[in-house]
């Protein structure tokens, strides 16, 4: 299957690869601060990022999981790398645009598109999940809604290609030859049409 990665897809294969990192095997949280400079720590609260005098910090919530921990790196870097200003001033629409943005960040970070599709998934659903699940430690309910993304990603991009071959097939049928009479009555009837308002 070819696929055109999306801006934010492309971003983020750029970012692994400045990194030096082209597979799952090769991600690891703690390095990839490192190499990013930035501090992690643990605290027993909610996860969230800190960004001072150009020294950046994410404090992961000590309670949850190792893979709700890399999850949370992901959607706390996006706010680090992306993002600007204090949420507690912003205006909510302000801070929810900004949440949702780390969420797609975090997802597309977390399992990246473009190691999805060296690896290559498994045919049926549960199988998948669980490829999901191990290759890039996530959890189970985040390895199904990036595996939906990702679907609907394919599905839109397969649809879009499908569309853009029939334009071509129709333009195709309908290419006029251009000789000069017919360039000269083409240019009379759009002109005609023009100065009667129909165009």
């Given at each position: 299957m070819t696929y055109k990665?999306?801006?934010?897809?492309?971003?983020?294969?750029?970012?692994?690869?400045?990194?030096?990192?082209?597979?799952?095997?090769?991600?690891?949280?703690?390095?990839?601060?490192?190499?990013?400079?930035?501090?992690?720590?643990?605290?027993?609260?909610?996860?969230?990022?800190?960004?001072?005098?150009?020294?950046?910090?994410?404090?992961?919530?000590?309670?949850?999981?190792?893979?709700?921990?890399?999850?949370?790196?992901?959607?706390?870097?996006?706010?680090?790398?992306?993002?600007?200003?204090?949420?507690?001033?912003?205006?909510?629409?302000?801070?929810?645009?900004?949440?949702v943005k780390a969420n797609n960040f975090a997802n597309h970070f977390c399992v990246p598109t473009f190691m999805i599709l060296d690896a290559g998934i498994p045919c049926t659903w549960n199988e998948a999940t669980l490829f999901v699940m191990e290759t890039f430690n996530v959890t189970e309910s985040f390895a199904r809604k990036r595996l939906l993304h990702f679907n609907n990603q394919v599905i839109g991009f397969e649809f879009y290609e499908a569309l853009r071959r029939q334009w071509r097939v129709e333009e195709n049928k309908f290419t006029v030859n251009y000789t000069t009479t017919n360039k000269d009555y083409a240019t009379s009837f759009f002109r005609k049409g023009y100065l009667n308002g129909e165009f």
């Open positions: 990665l999306t801006p934010l897809e492309n971003d983020i294969k750029n970012l692994y690869l400045s990194m030096g990192i082209q597979r799952p095997d090769q991600v690891d949280m703690d390095d990839i601060a490192f190499k990013l400079d930035i501090w992690i720590h643990e605290w027993k609260f909610k996860s969230r990022a800190r960004s001072f005098k150009g020294m950046h910090s994410i404090l992961l919530d000590s309670r949850i999981s190792d893979q709700e921990k890399w999850q949370d790196f992901g959607h706390e870097l996006c706010h680090i790398l992306n993002h600007e200003g204090n949420q507690i001033y912003m205006p909510p629409a302000f801070l929810e645009l900004q949440e």
